[in-house]
């Protein structure tokens, strides 16, 4: 099974920007539909944005225009450009990776980002 390891949380100040990373280091990513995802306390896990194995984006409104998704498959990770953060965009985020034919699905352990003044 595909391990994921997420990086690049943290806090910023809204309007700050942000990019995370998630990393499978024994495993081709190109054989799986990626996403990220985030939890906010007490609010349920929701997607944020995802890419899949064609490289065809996807994001939740609240992301759109704000967040970027992008693949290297070479270094099989996926990352999330997150700018002109707002307080609400304060969660822990996680990466998901779901196999193509299979359908295995994988998540990261999570990383927190938090937007305060």
């Known amino acids: 099974q595909v391990r994921l390891v997420e990086s690049g949380g943290g806090s910023v100040q809204p309007g700050g920007s942000l990019r995370l990373s998630c990393v499978a280091p024994r495993s081709a990513l190109s054989m799986y539909h990626l996403a990220w995802y985030r939890q906010a306390p007490g609010n349920q896990r929701e997607l944020v944005a995802s890419v899949d194995t064609r490289g065809t984006s996807n994001y939740a409104d609240s992301a759109k225009g704000r967040f970027t998704i992008s693949r290297d498959n070479a270094r099989n990770t996926v990352y999330l450009q997150m700018n002109n953060l707002k307080p609400e965009d304060t969660a822990v985020y996680y990466c998901?990776?779901?196999?193509?034919?299979?359908?295995?699905?994988?998540w990261g352990q999570g990383t927190q980002v938090t937007v305060s003044s």
């Open positions: 998901n990776a779901n196999h193509y034919f299979t359908h295995e699905d994988t």
